[in-house]
């Protein structure tokens, strides 16, 4: 259950990608990450292929992380192919309105942002 972080910059947009089994106890590390990533950036995505689960913390995090951008002029994007029991968890839990992830538009699924 570890959880690693890569992060760069391209484009405009600050690139980051989380990885593993993430779960309330690395929250508040996730939380400065994209603490940091908004510094630096009013552009960031954050891929999530590599996460193998996620606790409601963590999705609550990064759903908190969409509205605050969306709030303050900033663009939030959540990219990457998720494994298929994430997204049935996603779903179940009323995180996304339908599972058709492929890696585009699945930002615009994510916390029903008013999108959907």
């Known amino acids: 259950m570890t959880q690693d972080r890569s992060s760069k910059e391209s484009a405009h947009a600050y690139q980051m990608a989380w990885n593993g089994s993430l779960s309330i106890e690395q929250a508040q590390n996730l939380y400065l990450d994209l603490v940091k990533a908004f510094a630096q950036s009013q552009h960031v995505v954050l891929d999530l292929s590599d996460v193998t689960d996620m606790d409601?913390?963590?999705?609550?995090?990064i759903?908190?992380?969409s509205k605050e951008a969306s709030n303050r002029g900033a663009e939030f994007q959540v990219s990457g192919k998720l494994r298929e029991e994430l997204q049935s968890k996603l779903?179940?839990?009323?995180?996304v309105s339908k599972i058709t992830v492929s890696g585009q538009g699945f930002d615009s699924q994510w916390c029903m942002?008013?999108?959907?």
């Open 91 to 95: 779903q179940r839990y009323g995180f």
């Open 63 to 65: 759903c908190a992380a």
């Open 56 to 61: 409601t913390a963590v999705i609550q995090l």
């Open 113 to 116: 942002q008013g999108k959907v």
